[in-house]
C-alpha cells in the first residue's frame, strides 16, 4: 500500500498568523496529491490539489507546494482563523488515478 | 441534492454479529470508495467500484464485502464482526474524470463488543 505521513500530529497557531503543515510520500508513482480538511464528527472536505507537473498551487488563502526531489508537499495556510481548526490530511494517487491514500493527519489547533 | 449518505449513523454489534452500512449518492459519482477511520489516524481504503459491476480491494479489505449493482449504492458488508472493526467507516463518491474531490459522507460510527 501507500505511505503517506506528516511529520506532525499537532500544531498550534496564534489567530492571524500562518501555518504550515507538512507531509512526506514514499511512491515515486504518485502524481496527484490532494489536502483535505476534517472537522470533528464530519467526513473530510477537499481544500486544493496539485498534480507532479506543478511545483506549487495557490487558492483561497492556501497555497501547497510540491518538492518532488525528497518527496514531500506542504499546506500553507495564510491569516489562520479559528475556523481553520481542524485535522489536516493529505492524500495521494498513484498512476492508476484510481485510488486516493491518506496520510494520518495534523491537527491544527488556533488559538484567538 | 442530498449528496453522499450514509446509514446507520452510529451501530453497536457484538462479535460475531453481521450488517450491512448503507452508502447512496445522487451526484452521478463514477467512483465510489469506503475508508475506515481509527481513532486518532487518518483513513484507510477498504474498497472502491469504478462504476456499477465493478469493485476491487483496497488497502484494508479482510473481514468486509462490497457490491454496486447501481451506480448510486455502494454498500459495505461485515461478516463475523470483531473488536478490530471498530471504527468510523466513510463511504466518498468522485466523478471520472474530474479532481481527486472525494465527496464524503457523514460516517457511521461502529462498536464492536
Known amino acids: 500500500g501507500e505511505s503517506v505521513g506528516l511529520h506532525l500530529p499537532t500544531l498550534s497557531v496564534q489567530e492571524g498568523d500562518n501555518s504550515i503543515i507538512n507531509c512526506a510520500y514514499s511512491?515515486?508513482?504518485?502524481?496527484?496529491f490532494i489536502w483535505y480538511k476534517q472537522e470533528s464528527g464530519k467526513g473530510p472536505q477537499f481544500i486544493i490539489d496539485?498534480?507532479?507537473?506543478?511545483d506549487k498551487r495557490q487558492g483561497q488563502r492556501v497555497t501547497v507546494l510540491l518538492n518532488k526531489t525528497v518527496k514531500h508537499l506542504s499546506l500553507q495556510i495564510a491569516a489562520t482563523q479559528p475556523g481553520d481548526s481542524a485535522v489536516y490530511f493529505c492524500?495521494?494517487?498513484?498512476?492508476?488515478?484510481?485510488?486516493?491514500?491518506f496520510g494520518t493527519g495534523t491537527s491544527l489547533t488556533v488559538i484567538p | 441534492n442530498a449528496g453522499v449518505t450514509q446509514t446507520p449513523k452510529f451501530r453497536i454489534l457484538k462479535i460475531g454479529q453481521s450488517m450491512t452500512l448503507q452508502c447512496t449518492q445522487d451526484?452521478?459519482?463514477?467512483?465510489m470508495y469506503w475508508y475506515r477511520q481509527d481513532p486518532g489516524m487518518g483513513l484507510k481504503l477498504i474498497y472502491y467500484s469504478v462504476g456499477a459491476g465493478i469493485t476491487d480491494k483496497g488497502e484494508v479489505p479482510n473481514g468486509y464485502n462490497v457490491s454496486r449493482s447501481t451506480t448510486e449504492d455502494f454498500p459495505l458488508r461485515l461478516e463475523l464482526a470483531a473488536p478490530s472493526q471498530t471504527s468510523v467507516y466513510f463511504c466518498?463518491?468522485?466523478?471520472?474524470?474530474?479532481?481527486?474531490?472525494?465527496?464524503f459522507g457523514e460516517g457511521s460510527r461502529l462498536t464492536v463488543l
Open positions: 496539485i498534480r507532479s507537473n506543478m
Open positions: 466518498a463518491g468522485l466523478k471520472a474524470g474530474y479532481t481527486g474531490e472525494l465527496f
Open positions: 492524500a495521494d494517487s498513484p498512476n492508476t488515478g484510481n485510488q486516493f491514500y
Open positions: 511512491n515515486s508513482a504518485s502524481d496527484y
Open positions: 451526484m452521478n459519482h463514477n467512483y
